[in-house]
């Protein structure tokens, strides 16, 4: 039995789970998510001793796009929850307790990807602006399907599969 290498689009599963009522603690996890990312957002800006021992970046991109990427994975996960209370699929709960740390990883890579774009398609050297790396590591976070979607493209290109036919 193989296994999918991206993660299913809910609209086209077809499988026969019942959809019930979302339990509360998934609501419960994401508020929770997202009070914990707005508690350390405040104390980063309020004190200067915790921002004067963190590095002000992780390797070139800026040390905040892992926190707006696990921030755009929450505002997703809160919309499935807002959307889909009343019609659940059980086999998500685990998707929303672990949305934050997918989020931060696929809007932070996504960041990094866009970074190598701008060198490549950059005859000058590129300069970082903060904002934009932020914008785009909320929406990768966000967005976690049309990240695997893009990074299902780059393997396509990069490792193309041998042409079985031909000898």
């Known amino acids: 039995m193989t296994r999918p290498t991206h993660i299913p689009d809910p609209a086209q599963v077809t499988d026969t789970e019942p959809l019930v009522t979302m339990p509360p603690s998934v609501l419960r996890a994401a508020v929770a998510y997202l ?8 104390a980063y800006e309020c004190s200067s001793s915790m921002r004067s021992a963190l590095p002000a970046s992780i390797g070139e991109l800026p040390l905040g796009v892992a926190w707006f990427a696990a921030t755009g994975a929450v505002v997703a996960s809160l919309y499935g929850i807002f959307v889909h209370n009343q019609q659940w699929r059980a086999s998500y709960n685990y998707w929303h307790y672990c949305r934050p740390l997918f989020g931060a990883v696929t809007g932070s890579m996504g960041a ?31 967005a976690d399907k049309s990240f695997l979607s893009m990074l299902t493209n780059v393997v396509r290109v990069v490792i193309k599969p041998g042409n079985k036919g031909a000898r």
């Open 35 to 42: 009070l914990g990312l707005l508690t350390v957002f405040a």
């Open 112 to 142: 990094l990807f866009y970074l190598v774009l701008l060198r490549v398609g950059s005859k000058t050297p590129v300069t970082v602006d903060p904002a934009t790396f932020y914008a785009v590591a909320f929406v990768f976070g966000f």
